[in-house]
């Protein structure tokens, strides 16, 4: 546990960890800017944004992304960069990689990446990387009639491995079979646009987008041959036929490069999937597959674990294969505790069962002797080194009482590690830390734009919650501001979440504190960080101690900040954070001048027959709504709107199918028919996030008008 509770993102709290050049303090930009503003919904989608960073082989050079938002157009644009390591100045913008994207170094010191071809198609690119910096003409390495989706190397650059949306049926990337739609007896043959689903079959729909029936995100290995593929595909997955594996890889909606990984020696590739069942929907049984590179032959590694594995990582001597795991099936948030597997006799060894806390990320040392890998820890993201022979873990306190949100964490050959970092106050940098000390800063993607904008602080408190139990939060509100500022409570989604000290595009509290509002949030019991028995107490109890911590939480930071005025307040969440808006709004009805729900939970049975991911209902509430329809009955908030009173901005996606957007509709229904203000903002082309720069804008528009109608006018609410 962090010993900081309290930071102001500022010259004070980042000098430190920021060359003088970056500062984010309002002082240290007084040679370019008079008076620092306030951060705008303008500018926080206009803020660069720093990409995944690749080192190269020998440690020396590091090569990363940016994206670029056009202020008056909005159109986002990518950048790459190349720097040394070691030394400062100022980054190489290698502006022959145009809008290539997945940039990252191979074995060989050259740059390979993703492009378009002059067919406008996707394909893999190499670039030689010269003595002077600069890159040698780029030379295709695939040609393929379909766009290539991701790419991943093998250490020793004898495979390579690309995957995209392919047919079951194909033995290759390039393959002329496909689905007709899913209609065997009209649709193709008859014109119609329609698909047909089979009850058999797996999700209809995932997230954002219709399933094609008989199509999946597939893998296929090819050889390399002086920088070209050669011979023959093996797709990872196997052949087609009775018996196959059939399942989406990468693992959809979310799942990328991390889900694919090739032995050292090229030998073998190492895949996460899920069967594409009926059972799909419900399960959270993502398996760790081997496919032999030299027969194709494909072995359920895990078996044995009908819960989540993935992160397949083999060690760089070949010899171990690491991974995380939860251990209980239907849960898809429990513990993640890192596996360690010897490859030569199949034994595994739970490295971290006894680590309460949950690992996102690993990456091995050169010496394959230590695992990095980083888990949510009280409001922060540390990196942690873990001994793969003793199981010995080390929190690395790379800053030091600082830590906030680290990511991206990569053993460099010298011993040194580099590492992302963001926090409420900024968004993400590449740092450097020597022997595992201070980090300092290697880039400035943001840094200094963060310094024309008036700061903010951020302080940490905590309290007892429900039963009892230590809860924590965050208070963020303008720095040096004078006088009162009304109160905006954060809750979080997942529910299994946090509001860490992280940056974040779309919910960031630094850029509504700057509206003049001093911002809330709590981590009420069921979130994250904390020790799975925390995040296991929300289960069945969605409206119980979760609403009970918010009511002690706010209550909490009003004593502990008189700036605070508890009189004027609003509340405001997404997804579970949503549903906590119309649970308050019948069961907290008095407290707020307003409410912001944003792809909300209105009603409970409905959600359960609309939703994608039946695991989650269903774990929460103890089986389908048949199985047990009082648990969702007892934590229904459509069963309390005769209580509702609170004026609510609702805020849905048609492209939403986690929670599917007539659920907002009812909302705003309900407050209608109530005849309480309201507003319904309905974005036809956005899921479950906005996450259109324009579609940001209006969002942010909308919600700071709201909240000031109702918090800042003299005759507010009138």
Not at 7 to 33: G, N, R
Not at 120 to 135: D, E, M
Not at 528 to 557: H, M, R, V
């Amino acid at each position: 546990m962090k010993t900081t509770l309290a930071y102001a993102i500022s010259l004070a709290a980042m000098a430190a960890a920021t060359p003088a050049h970056s500062q984010t303090s309002a002082e240290t930009s007084a040679d370019t800017v008079a008076e620092p503003h306030p951060m705008t919904a303008q500018d926080l989608v206009t803020t660069p944004r720093l990409g995944s960073p690749s080192v190269s082989p020998d440690g020396g050079m590091v090569v990363y992304s940016v994206t670029k938002t056009d202020p008056e157009t909005y159109k986002r644009s990518s950048h790459k960069y190349l720097r040394s390591i070691a030394a400062m100045g100022e980054p190489l913008h290698l502006e022959a990689l145009g809008e290539a994207s997945s940039v990252r170094f191979g074995s060989d010191g050259a740059l390979w990446y993703l492009a378009p071809d002059e067919a406008g198609i996707t394909q893999v690119y190499r670039a030689a990387l010269q003595k002077n910096r600069r890159l040698a003409e780029p030379r295709q390495v695939t040609s393929f009639a379909a766009s290539v989706g991701g790419f991943v190397l093998a250490p020793d650059l004898s495979r390579i491995v690309v995957h995209g949306a392919r047919a079951r049926s194909c033995s290759a990337f390039d393959c002329d079979a496909g689905p007709k739609g899913g209609d065997p007896v009209g649709g193709d043959a008859v014109g119609g646009t329609g698909r047909l689903y089979e009850s058999d079959g797996g999700f209809i729909r995932h997230w954002d987008a219709w399933e094609t029936p008989g199509t999946y995100n597939r893998a296929f290995a090819y050889a390399l041959d002086g920088g070209s593929i050669t011979g023959a595909a093996i797709p990872l997955d196997g052949p087609a036929g009775s018996g196959a594996l059939v399942g989406d890889t990468p693992t959809a909606p979310f799942g990328g490069d991390e889900d694919i990984a090739i032995a050292p020696d090229g030998s073998a590739a190492y895949i996460t999937a899920r069967v594409a069942d009926a059972n799909e929907p419900y399960s959270t049984n993502l398996d760790i597959y081997r496919t032999d590179l030299s027969t194709g032959a494909v072995t359920n590694l895990t078996a044995d674990n009908a819960a989540t594995d993935a992160l397949p990582m083999p060690s760089p001597d070949g010899r171990y294969l690491a991974y995380v795991a939860m251990a209980r099936p239907g849960y898809e948030s429990d513990r993640m505790v890192v596996q360690l597997r010897d490859l030569a006799s199949g034994t595994t060894r739970a490295l971290t069962q006894d680590f309460d806390r949950s690992f996102s990320s690993l990456a091995w040392t050169p010496d394959s002797r230590t695992l990095l890998a980083t888990a949510q820890s009280v409001l922060d993201t540390p990196a942690y080194a873990i001994d793969v022979v003793t199981g010995s873990i080390r929190e690395l306190d790379l800053m030091p009482g600082n830590e906030a949100h680290i990511g991206n964490v990569a053993a460099l050959p010298d011993g040194n590690i580099l590492f992302t970092r963001d926090s409420i106050g900024a968004p993400s940098e590449l740092y450097l830390s020597v022997d595992a000390g201070q980090a300092m800063p290697l880039t400035d993607v943001a840094s200094s734009l963060m310094g024309r904008q008036r700061s903010v602080v951020t302080t940490r408190f905590s309290f007892a919650g429900a039963d009892g139990d230590t809860v924590y939060g965050q208070i963020t509100k303008p720095e040096r501001h004078a006088g009162k500022l009304p109160a905006i409570l954060y809750v979080h989604g997942g529910p299994q979440g946090s509001f860490n000290d992280g940056w974040s595009s779309r919910w960031n509290p630094r850029v509504l504190a700057s509206q003049g509002y001093a911002v809330v949030s709590v981590d009420f019991h069921g979130s994250t960080g904390y020790g799975q028995d925390f995040a296991d107490s929300i289960n069945g109890d969605w409206g119980g101690k979760p609403l009970e911590d918010l009511q002690l939480g706010l209550a909490a930071a009003l004593a502990k900040d008189s700036q605070i005025d508890g009189t004027r307040a609003c509340a405001m969440g997404a997804s579970y954070g949503g549903y906590m808006m119309n649970w308050i709004a019948g069961n907290w009805p008095d407290r707020f001048k307003c409410l912001v729900q944003h792809d909300g939970l209105f009603d409970l049975r409905m959600f359960y027959y609309t939703t994608e991911e039946l695991w989650f209902p269903r774990w929460d509430f103890g089986g389908s709504y048949a199985d047990n329809p009082d648990a969702y009955e007892k934590w229904n908030p459509v069963d309390h709107v005769d209580k509702w009173q609170t004026p609510m901005l609702v805020v849905a996606g048609e492209q939403d199918f986690r929670i599917p957007y007539t659920q907002g509709i009812a909302s705003f229904t309900a407050l209608q028919e109530r005849n309480i203000p309201g507003q319904l903002l309905v974005f036809p082309d956005e899921n479950h996030w906005v996450l259109g720069p324009k579609n940001s804008l209006q969002w942010h528009e909308t919600v700071f008008s709201w909240l000031d109608r109702w918090l800042k006018q003299e005759d507010a609410g009138k």
